[in-house]
């Protein structure tokens, strides 16, 4: 348990029945008149909805307990992507719909952040870019590269992304992962 006093950006609280809710900001205001209140924006750690929330000042609140793990993806199971822990090695099955989108950009031997609440996997954190080669893409024509148009590219991963013209299938190129957005040749 903690205080509203306490709350900083990225910590999870537990709200409303035990849903999981990360701070994203915070603020303390102290009106002239009446008591002070802090001034919220929550995001749902496994949703992603966020929401706004005043708290009064000094109000207990239940903080959740979440523990997150340098982890590398080895391999497909079925419907469960499985990471292995890098400091103890112990294989970890994390369902689809908490990879989510984050499978788009991951290969085997992938590194990435895992976050666990009670033993249970919450979400998955890619490195903001990856390095993908397109496996499939359309040649551009010629004279086509000066306009800056792009073209729908296929990634090994088979995600489809935005590329310009110039790129040709066998590229490797960067990709942000939180928006699928092409960033570069790599």
């Not at 035990?18 to 205001?29: I, N, P």
């Not at 993806?73 to 099955?93: A, I, K, Q, R």
């Not at 895992?114 to 004279?143: M, R, W």
């Not at 040709?168 to 790599?186: F, I, N, Q, S």
């Amino acid at each position: 348990m903690a205080t509203t006093n306490d709350l900083k950006n990225g910590l999870v609280l537990k709200l409303d029945g035990g849903e999981l809710w990360s701070v994203v900001e915070f603020q303390h205001v102290k009106p002239g008149k009446g008591g002070a209140f802090v001034r919220t924006k929550l995001k749902n750690v496994l949703t992603g909805k966020t929401l706004d929330r005043t708290f009064n000042a000094g109000v207990k609140v239940d903080v959740a307990n979440v523990d997150k793990r340098e982890m590398q993806y080895s391999y497909l199971d079925g419907d469960d992507f499985v990471f292995m822990d890098t400091e103890t090695y112990d294989m970890v099955n994390v369902a689809r719909s908490v990879v989510g989108d984050a499978a788009n950009y991951m290969l085997e031997n992938t590194t990435a952040t895992v976050a666990f609440n009670e033993g249970n996997p919450l979400y998955v954190d890619l490195p903001a870019a990856a390095e993908l080669t397109i496996s499939h893409t359309d040649p551009g024509l010629q004279g086509d590269r000066s306009t800056g148009g792009t073209k729908p590219a296929t990634l090994e991963t088979g995600a489809e992304i935005k590329v310009p013209l110039f790129i040709t299938t066998g590229e490797k190129v960067k990709v942000d992962t939180r928006t699928g957005e092409y960033l570069g040749r790599a």
